[in-house]
């Protein structure tokens, strides 16, 4: 395990990492998706009236649908395939009856999900200055002074391009984090992982395929440091995927956004 690794777990295993960790994903229940009034109206209108057409096409109008069917994507692409398509949109009218009104209603407004609301969240924690050294929102002014340690935080794609560039970055993939530090560049992707499994492992990977990826030789002639600012679950002992990887992969450098200050000035 890579001893920022491992400083990472033992920050993880302390009793206010967690408390910690929110200054930098101040993560907060959501207000409920908005659904005008009128379009409420006409959804009751057509449970009223049985419309099938009328309360699919209102329904489509919301951000979330009220139920999963495969079939929405492309009914909200092309509309007109509603009045083509009258046994499909029977279908799927009849289940959405059989949910009831204010099932429905609550379904086309029910908050975001929480993990939603994490990927601005680094950003805008460096965007606080928590890192004691320049934060610059475009890239002529962060090669201004070369011999600067600063913080170049712009979006995500361009981030990579930068990289791409600059750096000899060779993945289409943005980065969340690009920084430089005595002379050396600091990439990589942020991360915050709510639990082991499924989506939230994939994003482990995603994170891993990013500082393995390969960098070419660079025009800047400059060192570049690929890490991973992971923070969350996979700091946890015990025998997940995720902890079964650092504990193997000591050459990797990941560690918690908690540490990333101390990381750049050992620089």
């Known amino acids: 395990m890579n001893i920022w690794t491992r400083k990472s777990v033992e920050l993880a295993a302390r009793e206010n990492y967690l408390d ?3 200054e930098i994903y101040p993560i907060s229940p959501n207000s409920r998706r908005e659904l005008s009034s009128e ?24 951000e979330l649908f009220p139920i999963k069917d495969s079939y929405v994507a492309y009914l909200r692409k092309d509309p007109s395939a509603i009045t083509r398509n009258p046994q499909m949109i029977n279908r799927i009218a009849e289940t959405i009856y059989a949910m009831g009104y204010d099932a429905v209603i609550e ?6 999900e929480s993990n939603r609301q994490i990927g601005p969240m680094f950003k805008n924690w460096l965007n606080r200055g928590t890192l004691g050294v320049n934060v610059y929102r475009n890239v002529r002014d962060f090669l201004r002074n070369p011999d600067e340690n600063a913080v170049l935080n712009v979006s995500d794609a361009e981030a990579a391009d930068f990289a791409v560039r600059y750096l000899g970055y060779n993945r289409e993939k943005g980065l969340d984090f690009l920084a430089r530090f005595n002379n050396k560049y600091v990439v990589g992707e942020a991360k915050f992982l709510t639990d082991s499994g499924g989506h939230q492992n994939a994003q482990f990977d995603d994170a891993v395929s990013t500082i393995t990826a390969p960098f070419r030789s660079n025009v800047l002639n400059a060192a570049v440091i690929p890490v991973a600012i992971m923070d969350g679950v996979l700091y946890i002992r015990g025998n997940t995927k995720m902890y079964r990887y650092l504990e193997k992969h000591d050459e990797q450098i990941i560690f918690s956004g908690l540490l990333l200050r101390e990381f750049l000035y050992s620089l």
């Open 20 to 22: 910690a960790l929110y």
């Open 39 to 62: 379009i409420q109206r006409n959804i009751e209108d057509a449970f009223i009236s049985r419309d099938n057409e009328r309360l699919v096409k209102n329904l489509l109008e919301a």
């Open 107 to 112: 379904k086309c407004t029910e908050p975001k």
